[in-house]
């Protein structure tokens, strides 16, 4: 079932987000080759709970699963699409990561993730981390009251495939604030003018997976891991936004200004 956020709980989740888009942006910079993904994670933990937060995702056993997530932060490097779990791994010059986040804030959440480069990475991966980013950008620009949910994946998807790329359609974003994951499942595809209509209050959160293969993926042994089917690089984006009356606003930034 869908539920809308009231003004209060909008206040909430606008600091909750502003917290773990700062909180975000400190870990990304510690994305150097030599660090592992254990020592992000370890960063990001200890950042949210001075903060006085909690990780939304430590502990969280999503549905279908058999075990609860081990760590506050999702680390994917390469091949791994999402939930890629912190590790002794080290990172390596030519890497790229994506690192997803969420928080806890007076008991209402965000997520949000980024993709970054560890270094100097391939010509191929840096037009597939644009081309990702660009299309998160245009699936918001979609999410606006009368809308449809569709019209947010059909926007993703025509960048995507525009660019040379493929979506990752078996992984989608979702509602979020009084869970982690709540409904509606949004994908990254879709067409004009169906699916659910988007409406003021909704909070959702839009995730953008794409991969310079064939889109196919596969879950690793740990339960969590999901990587390409054919060991292709991907990239991974998402902010958490509000349906308001004048279009949708997005709640994981530092600033109302920043651009992304």
């Not at 209060?8 to 870990?27: C, D, F, M, P, S």
């Not at 091949?79 to 994506?98: F, Y």
Request: aromatic content about 4%.
């Amino acid at each position: 079932m869908i539920k809308l956020k009231s003004d209060k709980e909008l206040a909430i989740l606008r600091a909750g987000g502003k917290r773990l888009a700062t909180i975000l942006q400190v870990v990304t910079e510690r994305v150097i080759s030599g660090i592992t993904t254990g020592e992000l994670d370890d960063l990001a933990t200890e950042l949210i709970l001075t903060g006085g937060d909690q990780p939304a995702f430590k502990g969280y056993r999503p549905e279908g699963s058999r075990l609860a997530y081990p760590a506050a932060l999702c680390v994917s490097v390469n091949e791994e699409i999402v939930h890629g779990i912190p590790s002794r791994r080290v990172l390596e010059e030519g890497d790229i990561v994506g690192l997803d986040l969420g928080l806890s804030h007076e008991g209402l959440f965000t997520d949000m993730a980024v993709t970054v480069p560890v270094g100097k990475i391939s010509e191929e991966a840096e037009k597939l981390m644009t081309a990702t980013k660009k299309s998160l950008a245009l699936g918001i620009k979609e999410a606006k009251a009368g809308n449809h949910l569709g019209d947010i994946g059909f926007a993703i998807i025509s960048h995507i495939k525009a660019n040379g790329f493929q979506v990752v359609e078996e992984l989608s974003g979702h509602g979020v604030g009084f869970l982690p994951h709540e409904d509606p499942y949004v994908m990254n595809w879709g067409i004009k003018g169906e699916g659910e209509e988007l409406k003021p209050g909704l909070v959702i959160a839009i995730e953008p997976m794409a991969t310079t293969g064939s889109g196919k993926i596969k879950l690793r042994d740990d339960g969590f891991t999901f990587i390409t089917r054919d060991g292709k690089i991907s990239a991974h984006f998402e902010h958490t936004i509000v349906i308001t009356e004048k279009g949708s606003e997005i709640l994981t930034l530092l600033n109302k200004n920043e651009s992304f």
